[in-house]
């Protein structure tokens, strides 16, 4: 075993990653050897797809199967072997399946790549004796830390565009122009590339396709549900039956929404749902009544405390038998946890059932409301007002503090830093690193918020297409505007966000709360001269240099 992709990773002075009988996340070492395997396999797949589309040959079933099996293996997603095994029977045959395509076509195959070429044991136990061959690490010893460090931030930062491409899938947002690059980066990473600057150019070709991924999945999610607008969530419990729905995934809850209605079931949002309450196609919901919770690292006690079943549509899960309420959470898409029930298809009738038969809340709380619903949409209607209030001298400065959650202690400088930003600022926020402080009262300059939730990690298209506007009102660069961006990194979603960003040319940028473990300090060294990236130190110090420029 050796995966060293997450924010809580095991450091030590010997090395970091997680190397042992199981990882930080509760990831046994069969599952994450299991994982390589799969993710060489995938690699294997994509080196045929990307040689048989010189030759007019794509398959739209393998084009959407890869980075679907390859969202499986992000933190905190699947842990289930037996559907890990099932990915890698499927992704043999698929690559089988091109294979014979290339070689009806006369293409030339010798020069295949050693995962293209990898020939896959029949059992569990063989793949487990291949896995060392398809470690992350592979080859460290020849080509050295530097490259076995790039060649993880790009393959990381794939896997978190992957995701992206299959939350858009699901919402009938493809691409074959993007379904070939990323057949090319995931071709090429399965060649183990030593080459410092070609992996380099490979990071930030990823950021750029990460950000066509991103405006495919807003496509999707608009295009679905309408714009989101600014809307009050209450986030304390109703009187009723109920269902908790967490994740990332929109249409899981617009389908639990149809199929609960009139049942007396109240539907509540957790974590990275939270945002949904914004979309008018949701919205409409009389019975989506709240949000519950916070994140993804609080579960096991607030899961359990929830009197009702829980819908997992993406990630993060974490182990459901420590709140002790495996037997009802359900699982959806790619999540998996063994013994859980997994939903296939839109027959959510088990999950309703569970609520029917659980007490639910048996009293109404005190409502207490926050803010969501500031995405593109919203921000842009905003903008205008924005734009006098900064002319006006009433707006100073823009944060953008945004990112995952997670439990260690450092991540209240977030909370902190928001707490600490002055009252002639503006905070936008997004992902599920807004539960640090998004209960807290900010309130407004000139009637606009001062604190404005944009959405899911996702939405940082939203938030980008922010500053774009501004820079063009106010005729600069992004880089020249009142705008910092203080990032909180956990897993690899974040990593290709950040690597979009970069992309881009933003610069300045404030990450933390620890730096990624891959990064040896001479690949840091480089992002920060050439990106003035900076880690976050304290909340005193990191405010006191932005608002000195
Ligand atoms: Fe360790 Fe993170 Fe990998 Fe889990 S996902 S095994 S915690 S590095
Ligand atoms: Fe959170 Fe898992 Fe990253 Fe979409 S839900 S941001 S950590």
Redesign the pocket.
């Known amino acids: 075993m050796f995966c060293v992709q997450c924010e809580q990773t095991i450091r030590t002075p010997a090395g970091n990653g997680c190397a042992y009988s199981q990882g930080m996340c509760g990831k046994t070492s069969d599952t994450s050897d299991l994982q390589d395997v799969l993710i060489y396999m995938l690699q294997g797949i994509s080196w045929y797809a990307e040689r048989a589309r010189e030759f007019g040959i794509a398959n739209r079933e393998i084009d959407a199967f890869v980075p679907r099996a390859f969202f499986a293996t992000l933190t905190?997603v699947n842990f289930d072997n037996d559907r890990i095994i099932a990915l890698i029977r499927e992704a043999n045959a698929a690559r089988d399946l091109l294979k014979s395509a290339c070689e009806a076509k006369g293409v030339n195959l010798l020069d295949a790549s050693p995962a293209a070429q990898f020939v896959l044991a029949e059992d569990m136990a063989g793949m487990l004796l291949q896995a060392p061959e398809t470690l992350p690490n592979r080859g460290k010893e020849e080509v050295g830390e530097d490259i076995i460090g790039l060649r993880l931030l790009c393959l990381y930062g794939l896997k978190g565009a992957a995701a992206y491409m299959e939350h858009a899938r699901i919402l009938h947002q493809q691409n074959d122009d993007v379904y070939a690059e990323f057949h090319k980066h995931m071709a090429w990473l399965g060649t183990d590339p030593a080459d410092l600057m070609s992996l380099f150019d490979c990071a930030m070709a990823i950021g750029q396709m990460n950000f066509t991924v991103m405006g495919m999945l807003d496509k999707g999610e608009t295009d679905a549900f309408g714009h989101p607008v600014p809307t009050q969530v209450n986030v304390k419990p109703v009187k009723g039956k109920c269902i908790v729905v967490s994740g990332?995934d929109l249409i899981d809850l617009e389908e639990l929404l149809k199929q609960t209605e009139g049942k007396g079931i109240n539907i509540y949002t957790n974590?990275?749902m939270l945002p949904a309450h914004g979309y008018p196609e949701l919205k409409k919901y009389k019975h989506l009544v709240g949000n519950y919770g916070s994140?993804?690292q609080n579960q096991q006690h607030e899961f359990a405390a929830f009197p009702g079943p829980i819908l997992m549509t993406s990630?993060?899960i974490i182990d459901p038998n420590v709140g002790d309420y495996a037997d009802r959470i359900y699982t959806r898409n790619i999540v998996g946890w063994p013994g859980v029930q997994h939903i296939e298809g839109d027959d959510f009738s088990a999950i309703i059932e569970k609520a029917l038969e659980m007490p639910g809340f048996e009293y109404d709380e005190l409502p207490h409301n926050i803010l969501t619903g500031f995405a593109r949409n919203a921000l842009m209607s905003a903008a205008p007002a924005v734009i006098d209030a900064v002319k006006a001298g009433d707006i100073k400065h823009f944060f953008l503090i945004g990112g995952?959650?997670g439990d260690k202690a450092e991540r209240s400088y977030y909370k902190e830093f928001a707490q600490s930003v002055p009252e002639d600022c503006v905070i936008l926020t997004l992902?599920?690193g807004k539960f640090k402080f998004n209960k807290l009262e900010y309130g407004d300059i000139n009637g606009i918020p001062r604190l404005l939730d944009v959405g899911?990690?996702n939405d940082a298209y939203s938030a980008i297409q922010l500053a774009l506007a501004l820079a063009e009102a106010f005729e600069c660069g992004v880089n020249d505007l009142p705008l910092s961006l203080i990032l909180s990194w956990?897993?690899q979603?974040?990593i290709v966000i950040l690597l979009t960003l970069l992309s881009l040319g933003i610069k300045n940028i404030h990450v933390g709360p620890t730096t990624p473990a891959f990064l040896t300090d001479n690949l840091l060294n480089v992002l920060v001269e050439k990106f003035d990236l900076k880690l976050t130190t304290t909340v005193e110090q990191d405010m006191g240099a932005i608002l000195s420029k």
Request: glycine share 6%.
């Open positions: 905190n990332h974590g990275e994140a993804w990630n993060c995952c959650d992902a599920c899911q990690c956990f897993e979603k974040a």
